[in-house]
Structures are given as structure tokens and as C-alpha cells.
């Protein structure tokens, strides 16, 4: 039994925050609102059905009345022509009448009480719901105007929901940027040092040898020279013979080319399919 009322208590606990959480002060006042306007309402009809039914009372209070003189009338009459049992029964529908008339006034004088309780009980009602109606106002702009505070204050410290939306959405964007720069950067490095091979097709393996080659000879040069500038003789008699070395090799090439180009040239043929 204790765990079912300790389980009841857990869902009432979640329902009222829940509710706590979508429900709206002003649409709560102005509910109250409407429901202290129905309460007035039915004082009024209450009212309203009392006064109709002492008018009511009233109105038959004068019918009897009528009666009344109408039998007493008829008994006057009726002794005036010596017939005293007319009289007689004239004068006794008379005294009905008049207990009739009695109990018509002890009726009429509870709804009279009845009217004046429900006057007061409307007229403190009607004020209450004109004081309430002003208080549900101000509460509903103060209400508004908090709430707006709240908003503006939530956008510019960044903590709103559509902003922290917008903060991560900026943020994704900034880490996916230098996840990408970091790896063209990574790429390039890689390209670079000859870990990565070009997909193109433009390197050249021999070509590139060559490169390398020809880069090792000028960094030699460049070193045998500064060491001569520097005041070493047989440094710098090494780097002249290097030098030579370098220019006559370049000469050797040149003739090379040469003389391919004068025996294609007497070949005749500019086939690019064939081996020269």
C-alpha cells in the first residue's frame, strides 16, 4: 500500500510540474475572471427569480383582496334582504380569504428577505469582481513585461534556447573550418616532403632525381665558396675544380641536345611514337 501511495505522489509530483511548466498566470486570471463573472451572473438570476415570485405573491394578495370586498359586499346585500344564511356564507368565504391573505404575507415577507440578502450579496460581488478585474490587469501587464525582460535578458547573455541554438550551430561551423584547414595544411606538408604522391600525373620519378641531383651540386658549390671567401686555399681550390666540374658537364649536355636534334633532323621524322 505504502508503494502504491509513494508512486502516486511521484506522478503528482511530475503532472504538477509539468503543468507548473505550460501554464500561463494570465490564462489562469482570466479564467478566475470569467468564473467570478458566471457566480455574479447566477446571484442575479437568483435575484431576479425572487422578485418575480414576491411580485407574483403581491399580485394574488390583491386578487384576494378583491375577493374579500366582493363577499363582504354579499353579505351586506344579503341582509338587507333578511337572508342571513347568504350572509352567513358570504362572511365565511370572507375569513378564508383572509387566512389565504395570512399566509400569502409570511411567504412575501421571507422572499422579501430573501430579495434584500441577495441585493447585498449581489452588490459585494459585483465589487469584488471590479476590484479583482483591475488587480488581474496590472498582474497580466507586470506579468508581460517581465517576462519580456526575462527574453531580452536571455538573448543578450546567450542563454535563450533559439540562441544557444545559433551559438552551436556558429561554434559546429568554426570547428569544421579549421578541421579542414588543418587538413589541407596536413595535405600540403605531406606533398611536400614526397610522403604523398600527385594524383595528376605531372611528377616525373627521373625528372625528379635529376631535380634533386642538380639541387645537391649547387648547395656543394655554394659551400666551397663560402669556405674559400672565408680564407681556406684548398677549400677553394676544390670549389674551382667543382665549378669546372659543373660547367663542363653542363657543356656536355648541350652538346648532347645538339647533336639529337641534328640526326633527327636528318632522320626526317617528327613521329612522337617513335623511340629516338
Known amino acids: ?21 505550460y501554464e500561463d498566470p494570465r490564462d489562469t486570471l482570466d479564467l478566475s475572471y470569467e468564473k467570478q463573472l458566471e457566480q455574479l451572473q447566477q446571484v442575479k438570476r437568483g435575484l ?11 399580485l394574488q394578495a390583491q386578487q384576494l383582496q378583491a375577493t374579500a370586498q366582493k363577499y363582504q359586499s354579499q353579505a ?42 441577495l441585493k447585498t450579496t449581489s452588490t459585494q460581488l459585483q465589487a469584488r469582481v471590479e476590484a479583482f478585474r483591475s488587480q488581474k490587469e496590472t498582474l497580466k501587464a507586470s506579468y508581460t513585461a517581465a517576462q519580456a525582460q526575462a527574453s531580452i535578458g536571455e538573448a543578450v547573455s546567450g542563454i535563450s534556447e533559439s540562441m544557444s541554438d545559433t551559438g552551436l550551430a556558429m561554434q559546429r ?45 649547387d648547395v656543394e658549390l655554394q659551400l666551397a665558396q663560402l669556405k674559400c671567401q672565408m680564407g681556406l686555399p684548398q677549400e677553394q681550390q676544390a670549389a674551382a675544380e667543382l665549378g669546372k666540374a659543373s660547367a663542363d658537364q653542363g657543356n656536355g649536355n648541350q652538346d648532347a641536345a645538339a647533336e639529337a636534334t641534328v640526326v633527327d633532323g636528318e632522320s626526317g621524322t617528327n613521329d612522337p611514337f617513335t623511340l629516338k
Open 76 to 117: 351586506t346585500q344579503a341582509l338587507s334582504q333578511n337572508r342571513e344564511d347568504l350572509a352567513r356564507e358570504a362572511l365565511g368565504r370572507r375569513a378564508q380569504i383572509a387566512t389565504q391573505l395570512e399566509q400569502l404575507k409570511t411567504q412575501h415577507d421571507q422572499l422579501v428577505t430573501q430579495e434584500d440578502h
Open 173 to 217: 561551423a568554426q570547428d569544421k573550418i579549421a578541421q579542414m584547414q588543418a587538413r589541407a595544411g596536413a595535405v600540403d606538408e605531406l606533398m611536400a616532403s614526397g610522403a604523398l604522391d600527385d594524383l595528376s600525373g605531372s611528377s616525373d620519378p627521373i625528372q625528379a632525381e635529376l631535380d634533386k641531383g642538380s639541387r645537391d651540386t
Open 48 to 58: 431576479a427569480d425572487v422578485a418575480t415570485a414576491r411580485k407574483r405573491l403581491e
Open 1 to 21: 500500500m505504502s508503494v502504491i501511495k509513494r508512486l502516486s505522489g511521484i506522478v503528482q509530483a511530475k503532472a504538477n510540474k509539468t503543468l507548473d511548466k
